[in-house]
């Protein structure tokens, strides 16, 4: 026969653990890149839709996204 403390000991050790992995799972910080050729307003129009749209799902820069944005101005090399 199993001794009750002993169940006690597992289930909150078990439930400790999940609380663990749930505030670990907060806490993570998604990296976005985003390569933009060169300054044009339907370009920047499109990158701010799509960094509006991340917002309306929950992804906010500085809460749990990064965004890198990478703007070549029109160089080529």
Do not use: C, W
Not at 20 to 43: M, N, P, W
Not at 44 to 56: C, P, Q, S, Y
């Amino acid at each position: 026969m199993t001794s009750p403390l002993l169940v006690v000991g597992i289930l909150l050790t078990s439930l400790i653990s999940l609380h663990q992995l749930k505030a670990d799972k907060k806490r993570d910080v998604f990296r976005i890149g985003i390569s933009q050729f060169i300054t044009h307003q339907s370009l920047d129009a499109t990158r701010e839709g799509f960094v509006d749209e991340l917002a309306k799902q929950g992804y906010v820069e500085g809460e749990n996204i990064e965004i890198d944005l990478q703007n070549a101005q029109g160089e080529q090399r």
